[in-house]
């Protein structure tokens, strides 16, 4: 059991480095010890080794979280959020004054959880709102119509798009660096989504006068202390690239319940949504799995989830003729 050993808060142990390298120490589990040194050895470098960390803002940590591990599978981002999470507690109960965890940076739901499908009126009506921005709204809708992966979209420069053909290729999940003679190439895997009117209307509205650079970007400019590739920040406007924590935390602000933040919806949410919504309008397996880009037919069933408005008609198949009696 973590035995709490209090700090003071004024002298130097109230660092960054000093309180995780003091919260290590306590661990006398090895593989506890082991599996958090990895987790922590890269989020202090990351906030700042010799910062006070009583300066150090929830958001940072959220943000870092992300950055360092927003792609990663679920187990691997609950385990290294846990992992900052019980330091931040143990800093927490030895008299520090240490950051949280923000509400909008959550636990992953498990592989083979459900992840709820959105009703279409629900989609709709959440774009359509006067408080969404038309960059949240275009990013929704195109999350939604796609059926993509959100660090899909999020990847997309002005350069990828085919306005026209309402379509852009997008960098495949899991996909590895393109090799030729044992070098790597900046050329990944790619697979093409596709949108509709919907996206198709906001888009140009979005885009205005740009010609380069991501295709969703931040209101501000980045901090002089964060390092950017030129990829990752648009040219013309100097706005960096939107990040998956910044999606996460601007669509749960749209869809929290009562103002609680933490509780509303996952960007996950509209490829479920969308992909549901084709399920129930009866497009064949073999689209279905084109669309979703699946490989497996077992991982695509788990994007197909029919409410009960689809349910029943499905049971009304099973009614009796009007000629029987």
């Known amino acids: 059991m973590a035995i709490v050993v209090p700090l003071k808060a004024g002298s130097g142990a109230a660092t960054v480095r000093t309180a995780a390298d003091r919260y290590l120490d306590q661990i006398t589990i ?190 501000r400019r980045p901090g002089p202390g964060k390092v950017l590739t030129p990829r990752d920040v648009c040219p013309d406007t100097g706005l960096a690239r939107l990040s998956y924590g910044q999606l996460r935390a601007l669509l749960d602000r749209h869809t929290c319940i009562g103002g609680e933040e933490g509780t509303g919806w996952d960007p996950h949410e509209f490829r479920v949504s969308g992909l549901t919504h084709l399920g129930e309008q009866g497009v064949s397996l073999l689209l279905f799995m084109a669309k979703s880009r699946h490989k497996s037919i077992s991982a695509a069933r788990r994007y197909f989830k029919p409410g009960a408005a689809a349910l029943a008609d499905v049971t009304s198949l099973l009614a009796p003729n009007d000629s029987q009696r």
């Open 30 to 219: 090895a593989n506890t010890r082991r599996t958090y040194t990895t987790a922590l050895g890269k989020v202090v470098p990351t906030l700042g080794e010799g910062r006070p960390l009583s300066a150090v803002a929830d958001d940072e940590i959220g943000q870092v979280l992300e950055q360092l591990w927003g792609t990663a599978a679920a187990s691997t981002w609950n385990a290294r959020r846990g992992a900052v999470g019980g330091w931040l507690t143990w800093c927490r109960e030895s008299g520090l004054e240490p950051p949280r965890i923000p509400a909008w940076c959550k636990r992953m739901p498990d592989t083979g959880s459900d992840t709820p499908a959105r009703s279409k009126t629900a989609v709709d009506r959440l774009i359509a709102r006067r408080d969404v921005a038309l960059r949240e709204k275009a990013i929704y809708r195109m999350l939604y119509e796609t059926c993509a992966r959100a660090d899909e979209l999020l990847g997309i420069n002005l350069e990828d798009l085919n306005i026209g053909g309402r379509q852009c290729p997008v960098k495949a999940k899991g996909a590895r660096a393109v090799r030729r003679r044992g070098q790597a190439r900046e050329d990944f895997t790619t697979e093409t989504v596709y949108w509709d009117a919907g996206t198709a209307r906001l888009l140009p509205r979005l885009i205005g006068e740009r010609t380069r650079g991501p295709l969703f970007v931040t209101h």
